[in-house]
């Protein structure tokens, strides 16, 4: 497990608020105990960036096959208020943009 992260069942782990500064909500990553083995630092701390960006509702999510991508993760899934919110390339996806 990633230091700072926390099991919430058999297939979610939380990052929680405070994993890095200016988190508006808490990071889920959908993963079981075989695949975290393969969970990258770098992915999470991705999570939790995505958690701090304006309008984000609820949670910053991440897939199964979650990894590194370009500021947003491969496998990352966030939603936004339509008033307050954002629209984030890296969530889009840079060739689709």
């Known amino acids: 497990m ?7 069942d058999s297939n979610r782990v939380e990052v929680p608020l ?16 075989v695949l975290e083995r393969y969970l990258e630092g770098a992915s999470v701390r991705q999570v939790a960036n995505v958690a701090t ?6 949670a910053s999510l991440a897939m199964p096959d ?11 899934v966030a939603a936004f208020d339509l008033q307050e919110g954002i629209i984030s390339p890296g969530g889009v996806g840079y060739d689709i943009n």
């Open 66 to 76: 979650v990894h590194t991508g370009y500021g947003f993760s491969i496998g990352g």
């Open 18 to 33: 405070g994993f890095v500064d200016g988190m508006r909500v808490p990071g889920i990553i959908y993963i079981d105990s």
């Open 53 to 58: 960006l304006p309008g984000i509702v609820r």
């Open 2 to 8: 990633i230091e700072g992260t926390k099991r919430i």
